[in-house]
């Protein structure tokens, strides 16, 4: 079965480590928030200026003026800081964030994304996105695999306009968690009862499979 949007989080934040940095991107990204261990301590970071974004609020903890850049209420963790958007533009420009996880529509075997525009459609628009590409080493894609009528998001080259050429190393999708090396996709683990035969079908970019592909731990 294809993992949740959820299952995805949970798989995504397991990547987190001690003392980092970390910008969830709009979309599924922002739910990796909620399935932090409580043994990692990390400071999640929002380019509208919040450094130490917690979980999702309650109803009763619901603070309208609290907000991440996707507009979603968020809550703070202790020791958090607001800041401007300018001065958290200047943090992800100037390489201080470890990690950063985003959503995309395409990526491909050169680790090109493509998550801001598709043509004849309304889309949200770039947000930090492009930012976050170009000032981030260690970026997390999450998405779904293959498009609501079953076409291939990863890729050979993608179709639609970049966000970033050659700056994505690692995918996770509801099928499977790959990296991205050497111009192929390499198979690292597989979504819980999805054969390999799955991934592949649905796979554009040259996919390289092991000998053994472990079902993720979910």
Known sequence: MALTRDQMAQRV????????????????PT?????????????????????????????????????NAGKQT??????????????????????????TVLGAFEVDTQGNIAS???????????????????????IIVMMTHASKGG???????????LTGAACIRKVLTDLAYLEIKDGKFHLL???????VEQIAELTEGELVIPAHVPEMQI
Do not use: W
């Open 116 to 138: 801001y525009m598709i043509p004849g459609k309304l889309i949200k628009g770039m947000g930090g996105a492009m930012d976050l590409v170009a000032g981030a080493d260690n």
């Open 13 to 28: 934040a397991a990547e987190l480590e001690n003392g980092f940095y970390v910008n969830l991107g709009i979309g599924i």
């Open 189 to 195: 683990e597989r979504a819980p009862g999805v054969s």
């Open 151 to 161: 076409e291939s998001k990863l890729l050979t080259k993608c179709s639609l306009p």
């Open 74 to 99: 968020v809550t703070a963790v202790r020791g958090a800081s607001i800041f401007s958007s300018a001065e958290s533009f200047a943090m992800i420009r100037g390489g201080h964030v470890d990690l």
């Open 31 to 67: 739910l990796v928030a909620n399935f932090i261990a409580d043994d990692v301590d990390v400071m999640l970071q929002s380019e509208n200026g919040l450094l130490g974004m917690g979980e999702f609020p309650t109803e009763d903890e619901i603070d309208a003026d609290m907000i």
